[in-house]
């Protein structure tokens, strides 16, 4: 197929999405919205021995780019730690999908944003410590969504 | 369908393939047909004896005057020339125009004139009593498009135009989606300025036209050598303006019959989509043009739909914020009362010349599939 606007990779993870669909008993949950264009994204989190990853699945109400980057972020996520994949940003995501066209770079981003309050979640839900930047970070998403009238 | 398959064409609206019969019309005009029509010696009088006849035949479709169609480049410059060439203190537009009127309009805005853009109901239509409500004393034109490029919606444009005409102010339609589909006529109408393009009717792109009726003062937007009229100075584009005509005049002929043909295959298309769950259409399911079919799906968003189809060879568009350049959704889709998420989900089909009934099939056969599997990514509708 000709497309000059997505890279083959985001073709090949739009076409054959990884880790999509509802989690049954995860251990988190992270739920976003984009400001700009109105996408959203849940992501679901496994969390097994030594706060490693073992499972993780996405729902996304988005374009090619918000699903082939939901996507790409469970593959890059999964068998991290959760401080290995707090490291995962939006710059890893748009390299490892081959290149975003520029107006969907917010896509990636996120991608990244879901990744990290699912992580946020599973901390505060286990009373864990929160890093400080993970805190601000969270804050921003809210305020976000608040904007976006996103119900949870 | 295997995967060697012909892709399926649905985006008439977007343009069309020229039709053969109009190419083999134009090929004379790029070798031995190729005089400037303004030169007095043989080459040009020939040239200009085509250009001539082409006006006839692109007049005769709406039932104008020759003298009253001036050629232009693009239905966006026929568009410009209208609303800029009339000088005056005030207009008025629908909220669901082409965006070259509505980047036109506001154009105008910045140059101190005053538009007034009316609302549409549910399907689309502008209620004529809006307008003729907004007419002021200094109102000097009402520009609402004939159908809507986007749902289709037919506009009441007898009834606006009896209006303007009965309070002195010129109406001009953007009738560059209707123009060689369904019927027109300028005078039953009250049509003052009408624009018609020659590549949405299996023409070539390059050509278009703005009607505009005897008396009607208009000041061109280009100067120079006086072409058509003094309205559009420029070197004619003789090739692409015979294959305008004869367009039009195979659109004359083939109207009736294409126009039947094409409305039974959208109405069998309207009521199949439907029959997926949370499906729903745009604009009126009658008063629209008969090849322009708009839906919404929910909890999925269009862009995706559109590249999911196109993967199997199906070209359609949608107007969700994700395809556009300003990542804002449709403004014909929220003027109709659609939410922007519900807007996320919209897709635009449209029909033509080669539609064939199995196509219509066979995107019937996949396309809840594809919005089934959309919607299993999705976190909504479960």
């Known amino acids: 197929m000709v497309n000059n606007i997505y890279s083959k990779k985001v073709i090949s993870h739009f076409r054959n999405p990884h880790n999509y669909g509802k989690m049954k008993n995860p251990s988190a949950v992270g739920k976003v919205g984009n400001i700009l264009c109105g996408d959203v994204m849940y992501l679901y989190i496994k969390v097994g021995e030594n706060d490693i990853i073992k499972d993780i699945k996405f729902e996304t109400f988005g374009c090619v780019a918000a699903i082939s980057t939901s996507s790409v972020v469970t593959d890059l996520a999964k068998g991290k730690t959760l401080g290995e994949a707090l490291k995962i940003d939006s710059k890893e995501i748009v390299k490892s999908l081959g290149g975003l066209p520029s107006i969907k770079y917010h896509c990636s981003l996120l991608g990244a944003d879901a990744l990290s309050e699912a992580i946020y979640d599973y901390l505060s839900k286990n009373k864990r410590l929160i890093p400080k930047e993970l805190q601000k970070r969270h804050e921003r998403i809210e305020k976000e969504k608040v904007d976006l009238k996103i119900n949870n | 369908m295997s995967k060697k398959s012909k892709k399926i064409y649905f985006d008439y609206a977007a343009t069309t393939p020229v039709d053969p019969r109009v190419i083999k019309a134009m090929l004379p005009y790029f070798g031995e047909k190729f005089g400037n029509t303004m030169s007095i010696h043989s080459f040009g009088q020939d040239a200009k004896i085509a250009l001539e006849k082409s006006r006839e035949v692109v007049a005769d479709l709406i039932g104008a005057k020759p003298n009253e169609i001036i050629f232009t480049g693009s239905a966006t410059e026929s568009n410009n020339l209208a609303l800029k060439g009339v000088k005056g203190k005030h207009i008025i537009i629908s909220q669901i125009e082409h965006p070259c009127i509505m980047e036109t309009a506001n154009w105008l805005e910045k140059q101190g004139v005053e538009v007034t853009r009316l609302p549409v109901n549910k399907y689309g239509q502008v209620n004529p009593l809006d307008i003729q409500k907004a007419i002021r004393k200094d109102t000097i034109l009402v520009s609402i498009i004939h159908a809507s490029n986007e749902i289709g919606t037919i506009q009441l444009i007898e009834k606006i135009g009896r209006i303007c005409r009965q309070r002195g102010v010129y109406f001009h339609t953007d009738a560059a989606q ?12 009250n049509i003052d300025l009408l624009t018609a393009s020659s590549h949405k009717i299996y023409g070539p792109k390059g050509a278009a036209c703005l009607f505009v009726r005897e008396g009607v003062k208009i000041e061109p937007l280009l100067h120079g050598g006086g072409q058509e009229m003094g309205l559009r100075s ?21 109207m009736k019959k294409e126009s039947q043909r094409l409305t039974k ?7 199949s989509v439907l029959k997926i769950k949370n499906s729903h259409l745009a604009g009126y399911p009658e008063k629209r043009l008969p090849n322009i079919a708009n839906f919404w799906f929910s909890f999925i968003e269009g862009e995706s739909i559109v590249l999911q189809l196109d993967l199997l060879r199906i070209a359609v568009s949608t107007g969700s914020a994700c395809s556009s350049l300003k990542l804002e959704p449709s403004y014909v889709l929220l003027a109709i009362g659609l939410k922007p998420q519900e807007a996320h989900g919209s897709l635009r089909i449209s029909l033509g010349r080669w539609t064939k009934e199995k196509d219509i099939d066979y995107f019937l056969k996949v396309l809840p599939k594809i919005v089934k599997k959309l919607r299993e990514i999705s976190p909504y509708g479960k």
């Open chain 2, 234 to 254: 420029s070197t004619v584009n003789l090739p692409a303006i015979v294959g305008f005509a004869k367009a039009c005049e195979i659109a004359k002929k083939e």
């Open chain 2, 265 to 271: 295959l959208r109405d069998k298309l309207i009521k």
């Open chain 2, 178 to 189: 209707s123009f060689g589909k369904i019927p027109i006529d300028v005078n039953k109408m």
